[in-house]
T-cell receptor, first 112, second 111 residues
Framework: DTEVTQTPKHLVMGMTNKKSLKCEQHMGHRAMYWYKQKAKKPPELMFVYSYEKLSINESVPSRFSPECPNSSLLNLHLHALQPEDSALYLC???????????FGPGTRLTVT | SQQGEEDPQALSIQEGENATMNCSYKTSINNLQWYRQNSGRGLVHLILIRSNEREKHSGRLRVTLDTSKKSSSLLITASRAADTASYFCATDARGYSTLTFGKGTMLLVSP
């Protein structure tokens, strides 16, 4: 199974809402990533988990809160987002940091 | 910034033609990867080339790496409409902890 799944596919939320994005992989990968991607731009790294521990936080605002409950799951908790946070949020995994990354299909987030 | 620079930013060709896109980077690397992204979807890994390799093939894809010029090229031969996508290079710059993606080339292949 070489698939990374993400739910939901689409999410519309108000600025006062709290929601979560979910990501799952069953490839035994030890590194998992959250990226944010704006239209016509490359993916922008947000967080990296390595062996279920947060290893990189690219100075992301605290309204984004990652969580890695176990080696297969990655969550991104959202609270008090701004309209400029609207973007495609991508999850990825890899065996190690510099190996090929497997991406999920993404969650299209709209903040109103 | 280590971020790679793809060139051209956009490329429009006819089916059957070859497409070439280039990637330049700034510091030494261990390997360079190419990814494809169809509109609004996740990225798909295409090929990885190591710093001690000069050329690699995968189906209709051919990747070259010139470490002296800090550049790589991706050639797609006999392109198809289904190749329409954005293509990104990604490098593992020494001193950085993860891959760094370039700005991407948008390829449009018309039937």
């Amino acid at each position: 199974d070489t698939e990374v799944t993400q739910t939901p596919k689409h999410l519309v939320m108000g600025m006062t809402n709290k929601k979560s994005l979910k990501c799952e992989q069953h490839m035994g990968h030890r590194a998992m990533y959250w990226y944010k991607q704006k239209a016509k731009k490359p993916p922008e790294l947000m967080f990296v988990y390595s062996y279920e521990k947060l290893s990189i936080n690219e100075s992301v605002p605290s309204r984004f809160s990652p969580e890695c409950p176990n080696s297969s799951l990655l969550n991104l908790h959202l609270h008090a987002l701004q309209p400029e946070d609207s973007a495609l949020y991508l999850c990825a995994s890899s065996q190690d940091h510099f190996d090929e990354q497997y991406f999920g299909p993404g969650t299209r987030l709209t903040v109103t | 910034s280590q971020q790679g620079e793809e060139d051209p930013q956009a490329l429009s060709i006819q089916e059957g033609e070859n497409a070439t896109m280039n990637c330049s980077y700034k510091t030494s690397i261990n390997n360079l990867q190419w990814y494809r992204q169809n509109s609004g979807r996740g990225l798909v890994h295409l090929i990885l080339i190591r710093s001690n390799e000069r050329e690699k093939h995968s189906g209709r894809l051919r990747v070259t790496l010139d470490t002296s010029k800090k550049s790589s090229s991706l050639l797609i031969t006999a392109s198809r409409a289904a190749d329409t996508a954005s293509y990104f290079c990604a490098t593992d710059a020494r001193g950085y902890s993860t891959l760094t993606f370039g700005k991407g080339t948008m390829l449009l292949v018309s039937p």
